[in-house]
């Protein structure tokens, strides 16, 4: 709420005065004459008239508070925002084989992954966006959602070692343009993350890639692993983890051609840093078209004040001259 005209409202520091010579008055005492005892007056017992003498002039107060306020003008503010947005159907496929538990990003793949994504689903407004992830076999951990909050969750509970463990980089691609099949999305975008090579699954990358490109989706491709070696999670026969330095491989040349089959584009991530940057560079690229309109309305609301005021008025007026009626 605010006034239209505030500066009006000093004019209250009128009432100021009128209530102190009214009080003035009261306690001066009006017209005096001569009795020879106030005794009987004294005694005489005092009626409703006498405990609702000051009313009339509570009630004219009251009425010129009102009137000056509504000469201020109140108004209620009402906001009005209207977006209008066009988004991006996104599909994110995430590698979770063992070999993500590699120690060459900080703490490991898997989790350096999972921060980033989290916050490239932060950056995407009006986009609906899903989780498929892959190992040895291809799942599908969220359909396309809005729900930025229950989507992150849901990212959070990927784990390796959760279904049997290998690379199906074609099944994994292949789960994420199902979900986006009955898409109706004028941009539709799978971003494929992995590691390795791939070895398993019942359809092949490009294949899968060939699928995608029918169907208008473009893929982003991002290979994750520093170059040469790095400690990879070796498990003994006691169950006792250790890190062994092994080479690197990731089939770059397949992803490429993804890419290059949909009319995306493949990136390499050495380390936590560039995986970043990546998702950066792709946020940039795939931007949703939003329009956001805002309408501010202000409602009159000093039409109520001035009817409550006559009304006060009236009612003053009616118990001076009529029920409170004295004789001058």
């Given at each position: ?19 102190a010579f009214y009080i003035y008055r009261t306690l001066r005492g009006g017209t005096a004459i001569r009795i020879s005892s106030i005794e009987g007056v004294r005694r005489a017992p005092r009626t409703w008239r006498y405990w609702l003498r ?238 956001i309109t805002d309408l501010t309305l202000y409602h009159e609301n000093w039409l109520m004040l001035l009817v409550a005021a006559l009304a006060l008025l009236l009612v003053e ?12």
């Open positions: 709420m605010r006034f239209a005209n505030p500066y009006l409202l000093w004019l209250l520091v009128v009432l100021l005065p009128i209530i000051h009313v009339p002039f509570v009630l004219r107060c009251a009425a010129i508070a009102l009137m000056i306020v509504a000469l201020a003008r109140p108004q209620i503010i009402e906001h009005k925002s209207r977006t209008d947005a066009e988004g991006i159907d996104i599909m994110l496929a995430m590698d979770i084989s063992g070999s993500m538990l590699a120690r060459d990003f900080e703490p490991d793949r898997m989790v350096a992954a999972k921060e980033v994504a989290a916050a490239f689903i932060n950056d995407r407004v009006g986009d609906r966006i899903g989780i498929a992830a892959f190992a040895g076999e291809a799942f599908t951990q969220s359909p396309l959602t809005t729900d930025k909050n229950s989507l992150i969750t849901m990212l959070s509970r990927l784990r390796s070692g959760v279904i049997e463990d290998g690379t199906a980089i074609g099944n994994g691609l292949a789960t994420a343009v199902n979900r986006l099949r009955e898409s109706d999305a004028k941009s539709k975008v799978i971003i494929l993350l992995t590691d390795g090579v791939n070895n398993r699954g019942e359809i092949g990358p490009l294949m899968a890639a060939d699928i995608a490109a029918d169907m208008g989706i473009k893929v982003y491709t991002v290979g994750v692993g520093t170059r040469g070696k790095a400690p990879y999670p070796v498990v003994d026969m006691f169950g006792n983890v250790s890190y062994q330095m092994m080479p690197v491989e990731i089939d770059e040349k397949t992803l490429e051609e993804i890419a290059s089959r949909t009319g995306g584009r493949y990136f390499r991530a050495t380390d936590k840093e560039k995986l970043h940057h990546i998702y950066d560079e792709i946020n940039e690229l795939e931007k949703s078209k939003v329009e007026f009616m118990m001076s001259h009529i029920l409170l009626k004295r004789i001058p």
